[in-house]
Structures are given as structure tokens and as C-alpha cells.
């Protein structure tokens, strides 16, 4: 059984601006998510393509960075689509998530949402291609900077 992940192309600089050009009022969730385009990346050790079918997704890590350090509040809500203009759902939404600061880059805050689910492509999806839309809560900077963000599977059978 193969696993491997579909993650964002973070080489360049990589930042997540809200379709609104700012952040939300202290408290509050910015009401646009900004898009994250995951696929798959050879140069990462997950060369397997991304099956289409017969997969469970396990989970989806994100690490933002901000210009605050050991902020406590920091929260983020997240969904998946198959297509890029964020009509034609895959997962999600997630619940509010509270976000952790690094141990020792303390501009660094990241979280684990477990999935546990088996989607399968629709016919107007595209092969090795999701994307996540992520909203944050508390952030300081409007543009976070996106550190990682990655899809983990698993496939169920062999084949």
C-alpha cells in the first residue's frame, strides 16, 4: 500500500492574502479563506501520484509564520475543494482549530486537523490537485506567511 502527501510549492515566498486585502477586526475570522493549491512534489519524497479513488485522507498540517511570538489565540478554520475557484467541495469545513506557537521559531504557529475520510475525484476534478482555503483568526500580519501546508493519504488497496 503506497501513502505520500499532496503539499503547497513554498520555494518562494508563499503568503496568504485574503481576497478582502486585510485582516478581520480583533476577534473575529476574516470572512474571505485564501487558496492553497496543493499537489503532488517529487523533490519531497512523495513522487507517488495522487490516486484518484481508493485513498483515505489521514490529516492536514499547516504552519503559518507572523510577526508576534507566543501569541495563545491563534486560530484557523479550513476546507477543501477540487476545483480552484472554491465551488465544487472535497472536505470540510473544519471546526474552529487553535494553533500553536514553535518551541523555538515562536513566530511559527501550526496545527494537525485529522480527517479520516475517503473522497473520490469528481469528472471535473483535476488528477493530483486539491485546494485547501484556509481563514485565520488573530493574526497580526494580514499576509501571513505559509511555512508548510500538506494533505497526507494513504491508499486502501494495492493495485
Not at 504557529?109 to 483568526?137: E, N
Amino acid at each position: 500500500m503506497a501513502s505520500g502527501f499532496l503539499q503547497a510549492d513554498v520555494s518562494s515566498t508563499v503568503t496568504l492574502t485574503s481576497t478582502n486585502g486585510g485582516s478581520a477586526p480583533a476577534g473575529t475570522y476574516d470572512d474571505d479563506f485564501a487558496k492553497i493549491t496543493l499537489t503532488t512534489h517529487t523533490a519531497t519524497g512523495t513522487s507517488i501520484g495522487f490516486p484518484t479513488a481508493g485513498v483515505r485522507w489521514s490529516h492536514f498540517e499547516l504552519i503559518l509564520v507572523d510577526s508576534q511570538t507566543r501569541q495563545t489565540d491563534y486560530e484557523c478554520k479550513v476546507f477543501f475543494t477540487w476545483d480552484s475557484g472554491g465551488d465544487d467541495i472535497a472536505a470540510g469545513p473544519s471546526a474552529s482549530v487553535p494553533m500553536v506557537a514553535g518551541r523555538a521559531d515562536t513566530d511559527s504557529y501550526m496545527v494537525v486537523i485529522d480527517m479520516d475520510m475517503i473522497p473520490s475525484l469528481p469528472d471535473d476534478g483535476a488528477a493530483s490537485t486539491v485546494y485547501a482555503w484556509v481563514a485565520t483568526k488573530e493574526f497580526t500580519d494580514a499576509t501571513p506567511v505559509l511555512l508548510r501546508a500538506r494533505l497526507y493519504w494513504h491508499e486502501l488497496t494495492k493495485g
